[in-house]
């Protein structure tokens, strides 16, 4: 653990989930294998055998970029955007409006699924059960993790993700709504989080303390300095 900045009274935490309280990037590979495997079955009513189609993001790429040209505010919600994605690129195979929207849907709920099928650290859960004696403990994320289905929904006090009117980090939409939902000033929110740009330099917009955690080095290089830069998350155990 580092100290780049002062430390006013901490009076309540908050945490970016991916690849902060667990690494994201195994459950996300297994997930993007699983899905083309999904569509070719669900969809094979609509692909000729002579012509067979790989379902791989390469596929449904276009589609979501077409959707972000005509709606950006979708940019701000993952699983709307997915949704629309897979709405778009199952109709154009054929399907009708309808057939399109069920099936994206029942794709949807498959994504979710597999990409909250993962395992917890003990340390991260033990990490959050004790914090919450000393201070609230709020979840900020871009993602769209089932914390019910991962088992830490009960750990918080509040979760924000982004999507439905807040716009997702580096902005600072939910960094205000937790400094509101908790009645406690962000001066006094210290933010935990792996992204150097969403998590570091949005709360840092947002008037939080920052700490940054660089062990699964997949968040983007710091641009401000962070309070605190920890290489593992079990040091926050050594603030109280």
């Known amino acids: 653990m580092k ?3 002062k430390i006013s009274p901490i009076k309540a935490i908050s945490f970016d989930l991916d690849d902060t309280l667990y690494s994201n990037r195994p459950v996300m590979v297994a997930t993007e294998k699983a899905m083309p495997v999904f569509f070719a079955e669900q969809l094979s009513s ?11 993001s390469r596929y449904w790429w276009p589609f979501r970029t077409e959707i972000l040209s005509k709606t950006k505010a979708l ?4 699983t ?5 994605t897979y709405q778009a690129g199952i109709q154009s195979l054929g ?6 929207k069920q099936l994206a849907e029942q794709a949807m709920a498959f994504f979710l699924a597999k990409r909250s099928e993962f395992d917890v650290p003990q340390s991260s859960i033990d990490l959050l059960t004790r914090l919450r004696k000393h201070v609230p403990v709020v979840a900020v994320s871009n993602g769209n993790v089932d914390t019910k ?7 918080f006090d509040h979760i ?11 902005d600072t939409d939910m960094f205000f709504a937790a400094s509101e939902a908790l009645s406690i000033p962000c ?12 998590d570091i330099l949005g709360a840092h917009r947002a008037g939080m303390q920052t700490a940054w955690l660089s062990c699964y080095d997949v968040g983007k290089p710091i641009q401000v300095l962070p309070h605190i830069e920890l290489d593992a998350v079990s040091q926050l155990n050594l603030l109280f």
């Open 3 to 5: 100290f780049y900045r």
């Open 46 to 56: 609509f692909v000729s055998v002579d012509e067979p189609i790989t379902f791989d």
């Open 75 to 78: 940019i701000h919600d993952v």
């Open 80 to 84: 709307a955007l997915r949704l629309a």
């Open 95 to 100: 399907a009708s409006e309808t057939q399109a």
């Open 149 to 155: 289905a991962i088992g830490i929904h009960h750990l």
């Open 160 to 170: 924000f993700h982004a999507g439905n009117g807040l716009a997702k980090k580096p």
């Open 187 to 198: 001066q006094h929110i210290l933010h935990v989080g792996d992204c150097g740009h969403a």
